[in-house]
């Protein structure tokens, strides 16, 4: 078994070559080893959780996406208002250094809900994050934005760094746990649940199981918070979004919970499928005498090319699908969903710099296109342009949020 496939098995994380790569040449140079074959070959279990332990500690900051919080303490309140008496549970997975449950406890005391009438319950696969989350104690990187008032309120400075207070230590418990594999409903279901830029890192298979498992976990009146990429993967599985602006909420579409997707192997960090445009309505009935030229009977049906690129994508055969949409791209060349596969292949065949130039052809073409959006997003973080991708994650929000109103607004 490769070490990508160790590292698959222990996390359930989908994640490149050049990932696992970066921080095996870390790991070596800790260890003072020289080839990587040999680290491979002779890696130990502790050596195992200290590569995984790079591999799963994402970057966070308090109140990221503050939208989401504000969502969740009005979903708080209606439980309160509702169901009086009973403690809302709150669940966030994973909680990678404390920073989102944190933000949540923070929220809800500023909004003036009493302490005992809330639990949060924190999950992570990383002990060294969560070693980090129970001291509460942060760097200025994990304060971003204008708006800082709430660390005056709820943080002591100590030298360098900022201490949580003892009050909102309280209302969070901090835990080891896999999502795919640990019972994290040991004390019953939760109403608010945080699953929040995860299921990016996940196959469609993996991320199905995932979803089946926050299913279970969630009330049935219950609301999750998912990563903007992830809404579609959520929908397609058993939710749907919920009316708040820039929070991407989502609820149960029915209480059983959804069975995971057949196994689809194209590998990418994210998981949007391209929408295949819609298939050209059939032509009239030719008059029994009539001659048809031969161009005219030889014209591409260009809806059932981009579905066959779409599925050769799914079933891996990339160089199948690329030569696919170059066919689409030669009878329609402004066609933006032949460019987002493009994309798709060229990023499993690790050309990121070809993959978001495709993208970028995408969503000139198509300004609204949601997934493309998405997929430029996620690169301009992984390259560390942070402005550039807070940019491109707003743009791709409003575009959500207006689809999902005109839905609405289609409904009898």
């Given at each position: 078994m490769s070490l990508r496939d160790q590292v698959r098995t222990q996390t359930g994380l989908d994640l490149t070559a050049a990932e696992i790569d970066r921080a095996v040449a870390r790991r070596m140079a800790k260890c003072g080893q020289s080839e990587a074959a040999d680290y491979e070959a002779n890696i130990t279990l502790d050596e195992m959780r200290a590569l995984v332990e790079l591999l799963v500690v994402p970057e966070s900051w308090m109140f990221r996406d503050a939208d989401?919080?504000?969502?969740?303490?009005?979903?708080?309140?209606?439980?309160?208002s509702n169901a009086p008496g009973r403690a809302v549970r709150i669940l966030s997975v994973p909680c990678a250094g404390g920073e989102e449950p944190y933000s949540m406890a923070m929220a809800l005391s500023d909004a003036g809900v009493a302490p005992g009438s809330f639990r949060i319950e924190a999950f992570d696969l990383s002990e060294v994050a969560l070693e980090r989350a129970r001291r509460g104690l942060y760097t200025r990187n994990a304060f971003r934005g204008g708006d800082l008032a709430f660390r005056e309120r709820h943080f002591t400075e100590v030298g360098k760094e900022f201490q949580i207070s003892d009050a909102m230590r309280a209302q969070v418990r901090f835990s080891q746990g896999n999502l795919l594999v640990t019972d994290l409903a040991a004390g019953g279901r939760f109403d608010v649940v945080f699953c929040r830029n995860l299921l990016i890192y996940f196959d469609e298979p993996t991320a199905a199981t995932a979803i089946a498992r926050l299913h279970a976990l969630l009330d049935d009146d219950g609301v999750l918070f998912a990563g903007y990429a992830e809404v579609p993967?959520?929908?397609?599985?058993?939710?749907?979004?919920?009316?708040?602006?820039?929070?991407?909420?989502?609820?149960k579409t029915a209480p059983e919970a959804p069975q995971p997707a057949a196994a689809a192997p194209i590998e990418r960090r994210t998981r949007p499928r391209p929408v295949a445009a819609p298939a050209p309505a059939p032509a009239p009935a030719k008059p029994r005498l009539a001659r048809v030229p031969?161009?005219?009977?030889?014209?591409?049906?260009?809806?059932a090319m981009l579905a066959q690129a779409r599925r050769q994508a799914d079933q891996g055969d990339h160089a199948g699908a690329a030569g696919a949409c170059q066919r689409v791209l030669e009878n329609a060349p402004d066609s933006a969903d032949a460019y987002f596969i493009l994309g798709l292949t060229s990023e499993c065949g690790r050309d990121l710099a070809a993959a978001e130039g495709y993208w970028r052809r995408c969503v000139y073409l198509k300004p609204d296109h949601y997934e493309a959006l998405c997929h430029?997003?996620?690169?301009?973080?992984?390259?560390?342009?942070?402005?550039?991708?807070?940019?491109?994650?707003?743009?791709?929000?409003?575009?959500?949020?207006?689809?999902?109103?005109g839905v609405r607004k289609g409904r009898p």
């Open positions: 989401a919080f504000a969502a969740a303490v009005a979903a708080v309140q209606r439980r309160l993967t959520y929908c397609r599985n058993g939710f749907a979004s919920v009316r708040a602006a820039n929070a991407f909420a989502l609820q031969a161009a005219v009977r030889a014209a591409p049906d260009i809806g430029l997003a996620l690169l301009a973080g992984e390259r560390g342009d942070t402005a550039q991708a807070d940019a491109l994650r707003q743009r791709a929000a409003r575009v959500y949020q207006r689809a999902n109103d």
